[in-house]
């Protein structure tokens, strides 16, 4: 294995003022009138993609599918991530559509910069660049590169993907990157991230842990749109709500029942999980709008750790 050094140099212009701000202040979020139980098909019925590239990952199953479903329907062309380009060919066939398959393992530095390097050679711009795979709730710690596996695979890989693929996003007209992010953010390891302890060997909790990952989400897609001040491209963060899907593969017996049962009143569909980040995507209203977190397709408020400049 080769460690990618990765060009931060992408992650392009210079910070901004010193005052950390979550949400853009010539562009501040509308209010839409969708609810949680609004479906992504629902959220972008009058949206014409024609024309439009957008890459998501984790397109094979759960929110991934049902976003690069939607989003394809609408005329996009989708650029799906997969850990496997198998993965991928299988998941848009089962959709009834065509995409460009990529291989793109998260916890794999090697295998992200291979993928970026394959969609640069497309030579297309990225309309959209939707970081939508993640792993939760890991019950034993694992590791690679002596970093837990939850924040290098739900933070790093993605950092690393964007990083490279931000000169394609500057290159659309309106570029965006939409980063799935989650409540879970509220729910972090103390001071919100702990970077004494990267590798989880101090000690280790699997929510605690996927919360810093999430939150890690966060706070990189608030720093980029910062650093995206001034170009048309722009850079926002969801929560898609509770829905049952392969990624919560992790629980099993009481636990898994105990989360069933919790999460029954509020538990959404594929459909109405894969909503906000399609809207977020998509949606005209949103244009020039960055830094912004949403939840039920609508701006919604973070925890004190996603509006803390210094981490």
């Not at 729910?187 to 280790?204: R, W």
């Not at 491209?233 to 029942?257: D, K």
Request: aromatic residues 6%; neutral net charge; glycine residues 8%.
């Amino acid at each position: 294995m080769t460690f990618i050094q990765t060009d931060v140099t992408a992650f392009p212009l210079p910070r901004q003022s010193a005052n950390f701000v979550t949400v853009s202040q010539t562009h501040k979020p509308p209010r839409s009138p969708f609810t949680r139980r609004s479906t992504a098909e629902e959220v972008t019925a009058d949206v014409d993609l024609a024309g439009k590239t957008i890459l998501i990952t984790g397109c094979n199953s759960g929110l991934g599918l049902e976003s690069m479903r939607v989003l394809a329907g609408l005329g996009a062309h989708i650029i799906g991530c997969a850990r496997s380009r198998e993965k991928a060919e299988m998941a848009a066939a089962s959709a009834g559509i065509e995409i460009t398959p990529a291989a793109c393992e998260l916890s794999d530095f090697d295998s992200v910069a291979a993928c970026a390097d394959e969609v640069h050679r497309l030579g297309c711009p990225i309309d959209v660049l939707m970081c939508n795979a993640g792993i939760m709730g890991l019950p034993e710690l694992r590791q690679n590169y002596g970093l837990e596996m939850q924040f290098l695979t739900n933070h790093l890989g993605h950092f690393v993907l964007v990083s490279r693929l931000l000169s394609r996003v500057l290159q659309a007209p309106a570029g965006r990157v939409v980063m799935v992010s989650s409540l879970g953010h509220y729910f972090s390891v103390p001071g919100g991230i702990n970077f004494e302890n990267l590798s989880g060997e101090l000690h280790y909790h699997p929510w605690t842990f996927y919360g810093q990952s999430k939150l890690a989400n966060l706070l990189m897609s608030n720093e980029l749109a910062r650093r995206l001040e001034g170009t048309t491209a722009t850079a926002n963060a969801i929560h898609p709500g509770i829905i049952h899907t392969p990624l919560m593969r992790n629980l099993s017996g009481t636990l898994f029942n105990l989360s069933s049962l919790l999460s029954w009143p509020v538990a959404r569909s594929v459909g109405q999980g894969a909503a906000t980040q399609c809207y977020v995507a998509a949606a005209p209203a949103l244009e020039g709008v960055s830094g912004a977190y949403f939840a039920d397709c609508n701006p919604a408020r973070t925890s004190i750790h996603a509006r803390n400049p210094d981490l």
